[in-house]
């Protein structure tokens, strides 16, 4: 969807066609900046503590400053999507190293960051959650520093194209022999045996809030996770396959490489999770997922 | 030095301070962009053919169109340093994927461009030349596709950083046991029996047009350069180091973690090639570089 009308931009709240940055951002020039996408659903965000403990751990891996504190953030999100009248979908934020009238790699002592922000109006819980995505396999270029999430995307950005030209949906990025995750979501297996497997956290991966809201659930949904990494051989041979991310929640992967996965149509465990988190985030599922009560 | 005021912009020409982008601009949030910076000297570029058909591999390998021919470049960079009266110093330009009304990794089918040029006056043959510089090594944290030159410059800029504060001014990169590159130049070393050495051209470097301007000059120069990767410990028992980049020209590094190269001073191999190269521009070597013609 397009970027709801009022935008955030350095304390102000303003019309997108005004919203306008110096060439010279250091977001622009050197990819030096940290963002997060955080789902709001109801009216309200699903784990904002979760966002604002990672942005912070990034701005500070990046050595930007936290502009502001999280009473502060709560407060920009909130009139963001009060202003845009938002009931479902995302705000996305951006901190940078801010803009300088000289383009230097090591920038000043302190910098003075940009904050953008957006709203932005979608479905979370769509046909995607519904119906289910295709995957192929891609090589992993990106950065060695995968667990602070800056916007150095351009390997995600590529990995989408060259996933669409091949007839699928997002990619799993392959390195040393191991799917990380998936271009802008974790990836998850469950083997014909039932055990639910997804890469362990370090460098090699973006520490995803839904990851962490799934692993919440096992308690409560008697279900056990193993992190570690797996191959993209037992991917393929998996009896399920899903990702997590924030925009797009729990998706089921019916397809890789061309191939069906299981019987090729959103599998139980799949179900079980989508329908733990939906309800965890308020929604009511006869009305928005009657399809995710289907294969309990 | 802070950048002339009269910069490019989508075609046009205006002051710095109009020169506003958007916040959804690819090169902002995705660092999806290529870039160059040409050196500028007497008024004449060096190697703008180098620069230009570099650029056009990399919009060709991050999916953008090249906007302009060769020659509408060459007009550009030339109206560039007319409108700001530059005669010594450089040209930026960068060429992102443009801005959307909706975030999206994949994007349009054909993107619309947006192209962003300055040029900044500066000295190429100054103190760095003359006196040489001290670097670090740090591990090499960037991502797979270095031969291309995009704005993914989190890791340089990072890199510059921890340099300064380890009393250095800019770091060798080290990534499996080898050094790939300075955090924005080529390295070479200079073997105690008088071996030149200088990494392979791979993914893993930029093929810096600097680096290919050294190697045009052996003929005359009567050297020969040994393409191959070299290590941490190879560069601190070098006889001499130094760097090249289309910034910085060819700077002898007299310093490596704290400690001399050879006699800590610029060497004389180090100095011939600097003095091949000034002439090569059109230097005249009595009046910018008298320190260069010493200990030949």
Redesign the interface.
Known sequence: ???CQI?H?NGSFLP?AE???????????????AYEVTAVYGGRFIDMPGHLTRLSRTLAG??LPDPLSPSGWEALHKELIVRNDLNEGIV?L?V??GAY???D???PETFVPTV?AYA?SRKLIGAEARDGIKVVFL?D?????RDMK????????????T??ARGADTAFMVEDGFVTEA??SNAWIVTPSGEIITRHLSPAILPGITRAGVMALRGKGGFAVTERAFTPDEAVNAAEVFTTSSGAMVAPVTHIEGRPVGDGKPGPVTRQIQRLYYEAMGADLAAVAPWAMERA
């Open positions: 969807m397009p970027v935008v931009l997108l919203a306008r940055i110096s060439p010279l951002d250091r977001g622009f020039l050197f990819a030096h900046a990046i050595a996305y951006e940078t190293g009238d000289v383009r790699f090591a920038g953008f932005d090589d270029t990106r950065w060695k520093r800056t916007v150095q995307l351009l390997s995600q950005g590529l990995a989408y194209r996933a669409k271009a802008s």
